[in-house]
C-alpha cells in the first residue's frame, strides 16, 4: 500500500475563524483544508478540526465559525501567522489589522489572500477521535475577489510554501525528519510512530527522511 495515494485527493486551503472565550483573546484563526458543501437545501458545509487546535475548543463552545477561502495571492505570512503558532499564546491577529472585516455573526474574516468568505452555525458533531467534524449550516457568505483563483493545498506546496534549499556539497550535513505540510524538523534517527508534528498537528506519515546542513 502506498500511502503516497492520499495526496492525489484535491484539497482547498482556508482559514477558520472563532470567536474567542472571553480570557482575554476576542479573536482566532487556524489553518484547515477540510471545508466542503455537503448539502444546498439547506445549504449546509462540514469542517473537521483537530482537536488539539485552540480554535477547535472556541467552536465547540460558541457553535459558529466563519470560513476565508484562501487564493492564489496569499502569500506564506497568512501560513506562518494562522498556522504555525497556537492561539493559546499568541493573538494571531495583533498587527493585522486592515487585513480582516467582521462578518454579520461578529466573527472576523481574513481579507487579505483570499476570495470568498462562509459563515455557519453548527448543527451537529461527529466524534473522529483526534478531530472533530462540525456539521453546519450556512448564515452568511460573500465573494471577496472575482477573478483569482482559490488555492489548493498542491498550489500551496509549489508556489507558496518556501522551498527547502539543498545543502551545500561541500557543507557538513545531518539526517533528519522534515515535516511535508509545515517543514518542522525532528532530530533522531528514527521518528516515532505516534509522533505528532507540535506546529501543524499531522501525523508521522506526513514526515520524510532528508538530509539538511549541520
Known amino acids: 500500500m502506498d500511502a503516497k495515494a492520499m495526496y492525489r485527493l484535491s484539497y482547498g486551503l482556508f482559514v477558520l475563524t472563532a470567536r474567542g472565550d472571553g480570557s482575554g483573546v476576542s479573536d482566532n484563526g487556524c489553518i484547515i483544508n477540510t471545508a466542503q458543501q455537503v448539502t444546498t437545501d439547506p445549504n449546509q458545509i462540514t469542517i473537521a478540526v483537530n482537536k488539539a487546535n485552540y480554535t477547535h475548543d472556541l ?104 522551498r527547502q534549499q539543498a545543502p551545500k556539497k561541500s557543507a557538513k550535513t545531518k539526517t533528519v525528519w522534515r515535516c511535508r505540510i509545515c517543514g518542522y524538523i525532528y532530530e533522531g534517527d528514527e521518528l516515532p510512530a505516534d509522533f505528532i508534528c507540535p506546529v501543524c498537528k499531522h501525523g508521522a506519515s506526513d514526515f520524510e527522511r532528508v538530509e539538511i546542513e549541520a
Open 59 to 162: 467552536i465547540m463552545k460558541n457553535r459558529q465559525f466563519n470560513v476565508s477561502i484562501l487564493s492564489e495571492a496569499a502569500g506564506f505570512d497568512l501560513f506562518t501567522r494562522f498556522g504555525f503558532q497556537t492561539g493559546r499564546e499568541h493573538d494571531k491577529f495583533a498587527g493585522f489589522e486592515g487585513n480582516f472585516e467582521r462578518s454579520k455573526n461578529g466573527i472576523v474574516y481574513v481579507t487579505s489572500g483570499t476570495n470568498a468568505f462562509i459563515s455557519a452555525d453548527v448543527v451537529s458533531t461527529v466524534d473522529l477521535g483526534t478531530h472533530t467534524l462540525f456539521i453546519s449550516r450556512v448564515s452568511d457568505m460573500d465573494v471577496l475577489d472575482e477573478k483569482t483563483p482559490s488555492a489548493t493545498y498542491a498550489y500551496y506546496q509549489s508556489n507558496i510554501k518556501p
